[in-house]
């Protein structure tokens, strides 16, 4: 049974940081590609930051540049997500996304609540 669970999310002022984690299981970890995507309220899921499953490779959204860190622990089988210089605009619920390139293969979490406010 596939499983993606997310942790680490959280109320936080403008400038903090949060570290959010994603624990898998069910599947063969290190060859998928991992992602993290966030929806706010009113908004379309977008794309934060990706690692591909091989090489370490990371790609992250502009408005995440510079401040939001993606890495991988495949002897864990955990993504995470560090996100430092926070603002109000990052406020969204945060998921986490498997994915197995040239495969139908796509999994999601549940998503975990970022807030960022004064």
């Known amino acids: 049974q596939v499983q993606l669970v997310e942790s680490g999310g959280g109320l936080v002022q403008p400038g903090g940081s949060l570290r959010l984690s994603c624990a898998a299981s069910?599947?063969?970890?290190?060859?998928?590609?991992m992602n993290w995507y966030r929806q706010a309220p009113g908004k379309e899921r977008e794309l934060v930051a990706g690692?591909?499953?091989?090489?370490?490779?990371?790609n992250y959204a502009d408005s995440v540049k510079g401040r939001f860190t993606i890495s991988r622990d495949n002897a864990k089988n955990t993504v995470y997500l560090q996100m430092n210089s926070l603002k109000p605009e990052d406020t969204a619920v945060y998921y986490c996304?498997?994915?197995?390139?040239?495969?139908?293969?796509?999994?999601w979490g549940r998503g975990t609540q970022v807030t960022v406010s004064p």
């Open positions: 996304n498997a994915r197995r390139r040239y495969t139908a293969a796509d999994y």
């Open positions: 069910g599947f063969t970890f290190s060859v998928y590609d």
């Open positions: 690692i591909i499953s091989t090489r370490r490779s990371t």
